[in-house]
């Protein structure tokens, strides 16, 4: 096993990650252009220890959100009803929420051409303004770093807080949430789709009164659940979405989650309560997004698109999917997720892309891959591709849960496939590494994140307990092909190594998508990923 160890220059989350001069609120603030506007968003991060009180209080600690985030809306001149403007689909899930967003995005954009369409997301990639889309295209930085900073004077220049536990600036994400609303609502859009960041009853996104439509999609027990929740425990949180006089929709669920999920409904009094049917041409259709997963989270968008044309447009249900609506599937694009990314400067290397960070979403990514179009594809030269397994997860998760679900799904998928490669001869080489940017220590400025233990970052002690669980796994696999690594660049260059072998590359990259993204960035995939 190797074992790369460095000074890292750590910050305490208290810590100012810029100059005085520059320090939020500061007279002396020298720019405000988008990397300062990033700086600023920086200080608004939880650290590890808060982050940790919220998981173990089961989201109960979050349950001022809701009337906190309605605040934070009035301080920046904003009603509640005035986001019913933006013309709201709002979608939660455990796996999929996201690409059913950008289906449906897809698919509106499509079908409505002539509209302006927004899409809020999370987490980003690369660049946080990432997260807020119009017609499919992140914001420029420029509108970004207006629409932040129109926000951080609002605030504040509107200090007086109706609760003296509120803080004079509401944390990262749910700051980054009323900069995607101010700029929706500044931008007039026809249509917003909006993500749920973490469960739905307390999310900061929850404080629209009235969506056009509501949809959840798959259920698991995720990682926001907590010791002792239950599936049922999880749909009532992602039923806590629906609305009075607005259509819930929802997939196939276990049993005990649809019925809670039907019970939210009722209590909330939505219009309708759907679980969306069998849309029979997607299995004839190529959808945008790869993996077979893939069809439940179209077949929902399908589904959401539809209730909310008929809606808004008076447009009438068709039997058949419209030209439209088959074009935004094919052609949508999520990136990091089940992504093949053909390396722009290095061409015998390819590069598997997939932010899987729960053992349900693993599951759906390591189909994806040990599959004949991905790792087990036909090659023109004689010699396999050597593959590379490059993994990184949250401190506190099960390492050994998460890798045993890669090497028991690929087990399974290499039967099924009738392969002669092993699970334990899948990969050539892993490679564990912190979600650190630069082999110097640093990020880039729009991936920094205070949420990793200072004390964890510094020992490595995830990624060297992710190596012993992966010898313990597969005791036969060779010492030397383990690597650990306190950053990206140096995951990179251990790949850059391989690449002289002369043999193809196939790197899988998974396990978080603070990782992925760092990859796009060190390796410069960006042109190409993004």
């Known amino acids: 096993m190797l074992v790369t160890r460095m000074r890292i220059r750590l910050r305490p989350p208290a810590r100012p990650i810029y100059p005085p ?80 967003c950008a289906f449906t995005d897809s698919i509106l954009r499509h079908a409505k051409p002539d509209w302006k369409v927004g899409l809020y997301t999370s987490p980003h990639l690369v660049a946080v303004r990432e997260r807020i889309r119009i017609n499919g295209a992140p914001i420029s930085e420029e509108d970004f770093a207006k629409f932040f900073f129109e926000v951080w004077d609002r605030l504040d220049a509107n200090d007086k807080r109706k609760s003296p536990t509120t803080s004079a600036k509401p944390m990262y994400f749910r700051y980054v949430t009323l900069v995607a609303f101010h700029a929706f609502l500044t931008l007039n859009v026809d249509a917003t789709i909006l993500e749920v960041g973490v469960g739905g009853a307390y999310d900061s996104t929850n404080i629209v009164p009235k969506p056009i439509v509501t949809g959840v999609s798959a259920l698991g027990i995720d990682h926001t659940a907590v010791l002792g929740n239950t599936i049922r425990d999880i749909a009532w949180q992602k039923g806590g979405i629906y609305k009075e006089g607005v259509p819930a929709l929802t997939v196939s669920q276990p049993e005990e989650g649809m019925a809670m999920l039907k019970q939210q409904s009722i209590d909330r009094q939505a219009s309708e309560f759907i679980i969306v049917p069998v849309t029979p041409e997607l299995s004839e259709i190529k959808l945008g997004l790869a993996g077979t997963h893939q069809v439940q989270n179209a077949k929902l968008a399908v589904q959401l698109a539809h209730k909310f044309l008929q809606i808004q447009g008076s447009v009438a249900p068709e039997m058949a999917l419209p030209d439209s609506f088959i074009k935004g599937l094919e052609q949508a694009r999520w990136p990091g997720r089940c992504q093949t990314v053909p390396d722009p400067k290095y061409p015998a290397t390819t590069w598997y892309l997939d932010g899987a960070h729960t053992v349900e979403s693993l599951d759906c990514c390591v189909q994806w891959f040990v599959s004949p179009q991905v790792a087990l594809r036909p090659l023109e030269s004689e010699s ?108 990179v260059r251990i790949v850059r190594k391989l690449e002289g072998d002369g043999r193809p590359v196939d790197v899988l990259v998974t396990g978080s998508l603070h990782l992925v993204g760092g990859v796009i960035e060190v390796a410069g995939l960006a042109d190409v990923a993004l």
């Open 21 to 100: 001069s520059s320090l939020p609120g500061s007279r002396r603030m020298s720019s405000r252009d988008y990397q300062d506007a990033i700086k600023h968003l920086n200080s608004l991060q939880s650290n590890f220890a808060t982050l940790e009180a919220v998981r173990a209080s089961g989201g109960r600690i979050s349950e001022s959100a809701i009337p906190e985030m309605v605040e934070y809306l009035e301080r920046i001149g904003y009603k509640k009803e005035d986001l019913n403007r933006l013309n709201v689909i709002h979608v939660t899930g455990t796996k999929g929420k996201g690409s059913t």
């Open 384 to 491: 396999r591709p050597l593959r590379v397994l490059v993994f990184n997860c949250t401190h506190g998760r099960s390492g050994t849960s998460f890798l045993g679900t890669v090497l028991a799904k690929a087990s399974a998928q290499l039967k099924l496939h009738d392969s002669l490669v092993s699970s334990d001869t899948l990969f050539d080489a892993v490679i564990f590494c912190a979600n650190v940017t630069y082999a110097d220590g640093r990020f880039k400025g729009d991936l920094t994140a205070v949420s990793i233990p200072e004390d964890d970052l510094a020992q490595l002690k995830t990624q060297t307990e992710l190596a012993a669980a992966w010898s313990s796994l597969i005791p036969s696999f060779p010492k030397e092909s383990i690597h650990v690594h306190p950053s990206i660049e140096h995951a």
